[in-house]
């Protein structure tokens, strides 16, 4: 079993910063990209960033220059720096990991349960 478990959301003002984890835990072979959704009410789930296995990363035009993803892979980690938020920015934040359980086994992709992020004064 594996479990993507999100920390670090909550209520920010407009220009300020918060940083989510994400930890994979579990029967783990390899991870490969891990990344970040985000889902507005009455949007759809939209790509944030990812980063690959060998650290390459993309983000979506909405965030770069704010954001930064990365990763630990010691920890299984990936974080998602958030800085000069907006009200727009204001959804919940799912991370996600394509993860291979065992050296046989196909790469799945597991999702995290979501944190919420509001950006307001």
């Known amino acids: 079993q594996v479990q993507l478990v999100e920390s670090g959301g909550g209520l920010v003002q407009p220009g300020g910063s918060l940083r989510l984890s994400c930890a994979a835990s579990g029967t783990i072979f390899s991870i490969g990209a891990m990344g970040w959704y985000r889902q507005a009410p009455g949007k759809e789930r939209e790509l944030v960033a990812f980063?690959?296995?060998?650290?390459?990363?993309g983000y979506a035009d909405s965030v770069k220059g704010r954001f930064t993803i990365s990763r630990d892979n010691a920890k299984n980690t990936v974080y998602l720096q958030m800085s000069s938020l907006k009200p727009e920015d204001t959804a919940v934040y799912y991370c996600?990991?394509?993860?291979?359980?065992?050296?046989?086994?196909?790469?799945?992709?597991?999702w995290g349960q979501g944190t919420q992020v509001t950006v307001s004064s």
């Open positions: 996600y990991a394509k993860i291979q359980r065992g050296m046989w086994s196909n790469e799945l992709q597991y």
């Open positions: 980063i690959t296995s060998g650290g390459t990363t």
